[in-house]
């Protein structure tokens, strides 16, 4: 039944996108003429959306990040096992951190999705959308109740009743809009179904509320079914689209979707704002970054009789006692903006971005939002212990998953390529191998750290702060080391060419989509 209406919903898009073709300029005018004084005089009272967004991507990136401040400052004693105080963090505040920072990105999203929809504001809608902001950003509270008192069900209640007033406000939103067409985009506003559009995009909306408002009513019968219908709002969307994705892959049947389709879905593909995806970005890696100099602010200034007395008013000589701070906090930095160029230059080439995109985004974000646990860890043990070495192997696997899951974002892009990247990194461009030696960098760079940490343990502290220093010259030099490696390839194994048989081989190269398949 479900495909059933799809195979409708699609059917309808279809003979929409021809109507809209043949009779665009005609719909225009239409539209135009068709508007009453009132709406007319209502663009008075409008305003652009940009400063809001931008807002609405600051408040939600912070509330993301900031969560992994109780996860970094536990302390855990110098004499204690770093496996057993991680198998303790891991069953409460990392999971906590994770699932926050999941459901919090998956709610920044759904406002992107929305905000897609409706490109003007008035006054109402920047009040509605205000109550929205401080929903989502008590959503981190009930999910600390729920890791701290999984059985008690208020912790579910509470979110629950957050994500069904979310729910409800943006579908108040929704029915605004429509009910004020100068607010809408110009694709809905020249469309003659906005019902259409209104009733799909509310049927979207809705579902959250209606799977929240069961999971509320089990959590007094059986709590665990609740959790399975949290989960479900998460992932069951792209879980479906995904086996469809893959069915179609394997029986060779092309999905061709109507662009306004994609506009308010679950596909893989559904374009996302690139500008906002940046702006989220950008405020996570601003926060993660300055989230590390809180700890030399607070516990690295030493105090004044104790410099007087201990080290007879050399203030030099006590600040030398925090070395191993002030490196661990530079050689993160360091770290946190390396991994923001490589994100930036990701980015700087990217014309289109996906919802799937955006999913690898959210999970490189999550690793780098752990980067400050890895800071507290490097400096907190004795030299040359066991600790010491876990600590910086836990450090080496984050930094991994963060500069991989950039690397995915660019491998799926190009299965995509000629509508999300621009053609100088595309298979076979010009920029195409340094891009990937950049994206690579990172990955290739600490997993090597972390087997070399493994044989020799001893020097486990040294090979990672070498690590930190050699990767910005190995950035600096890369593209002299691409070329020279490429060189060295063409000399190997491609003797010259003609020009002529060089530019016709470029022509006829095919998409990578295509070599892949």
């Known amino acids: 039944m479900a495909e059933k ?5 699609i059917e309808h898009h279809v003979s929409e996108e021809m109507e809209k073709k043949r009779s665009r300029t005609r719909d225009s005018h239409s539209f135009l003429e068709s508007a009453t004084i009132s709406e007319k005089e209502g663009h008075s009272s409008t305003q652009s959306s940009h400063r809001l967004l931008a807002y609405s991507d600051a408040l939600i990136s912070i509330i993301a990040t900031i969560m992994i401040l109780p996860v970094a400052h536990t302390k855990i004693e110098p004499d204690q096992e770093l496996q057993e105080s991680l198998q303790q963090l891991l069953t409460t505040k990392i999971a906590v951190y994770l699932m926050t920072f999941l459901i919090v990105t998956v709610a920044w999203a759904a406002h992107i999705r929305l905000f897609q929809v409706i490109e003007r504001i008035d006054d109402f809608l920047a009040l509605l959308n205000l109550a ?3 929903l989502i950003t008590f959503l981190p509270y009930t999910f600390s109740l729920m890791a701290t ?6 912790g579910i209640l509470l979110f629950c009743a957050c994500a069904i007033v979310i729910g409800l406000i943006q579908a108040v939103i929704v029915i605004y809009g429509f009910g004020h067409p100068y607010l809408l985009n110009d694709h809905i ?5 906005q019902t259409f559009y209104k009733r799909h995009i509310l049927k979207i909306i809705l579902r959250v509320p209606a799977f929240c408002f069961f999971a509320g009513i089990f959590s007094f019968i059986f709590f665990p079914l609740s959790y399975v219908l949290l989960a479900l709002v998460i992932f069951l969307p792209y879980i479906t689209q995904s086996l469809k994705w893959c069915g179609n892959k394997i029986v060779g049947r092309q999905e061709e979707l109507p662009e306004s389709m994609l506009l308010y879905s679950y596909h893989p593909s559904e374009p996302l704002s690139k500008e906002r995806v940046e702006a989220f970005t950008d405020g996570v890696y601003a926060i993660v970054a300055t989230l590390l100099i809180l700890d030399i602010c607070e516990g690295n200034v030493p105090d004044r009789n104790e410099v007087k007395e201990k080290y007879r008013g050399s203030l030099i000589a006590a600040l030398s006692e925090f070395g191993p701070e002030f490196l661990a906090y530079f050689g993160s930095f360091v770290t946190v903006g390396l991994l923001w160029f490589v994100h ?14 955006g999913l690898l985004n959210t999970f490189s974000l999550a690793c780098v939002g752990g980067l400050p646990l890895a800071y507290q860890l490097t400096h907190e043990f004795t030299k040359n212990s066991r600790n010491e070495l876990e600590a910086i192997q836990i450090s080496c696997v984050i930094i991994f998953f963060a500069g991989i899951f950039q690397l995915a974002i660019w491998v799926t892009a190009l299965f995509n390529e000629r509508e999300t990247l621009h053609p100088y990194v595309r298979y076979g461009g010009r920029e195409h191998a340094f ?12 997993l090597t750290t972390f087997f070399l940490t493994c044989i020799l343990s001893k020097f486990s502290a040294q090979i990672f702060h070498l690590m930190q220093i050699v990767v910005p010259f190995a950035f600096l030099a890369l593209r002299v080391l691409v070329s020279v490696a490429l060189s060295l390839l063409k000399l190997v194994f491609r003797p010259a060419k003609p020009m002529h048989n060089a530019l016709e081989e470029d022509e006829s190269r095919l998409p990578f989509n295509d070599v892949v398949s």
């Open 132 to 134: 929205c902001m401080m």
């Open 344 to 357: 930036h230059s990701l980015f700087l080439h990217v014309t289109k971005a996906t919802r799937f995109m």
């Open 5 to 9: 209406e799809e195979n409708e919903i």
């Open 435 to 446: 891009m990937f030696a950049k994206l690579a960098l990172y990955p290739s760079v600490t």
């Open 189 to 193: 506003q020249i469309s003659e179904n």
């Open 149 to 154: 008192f999984p059985e008690v069900p208020l």
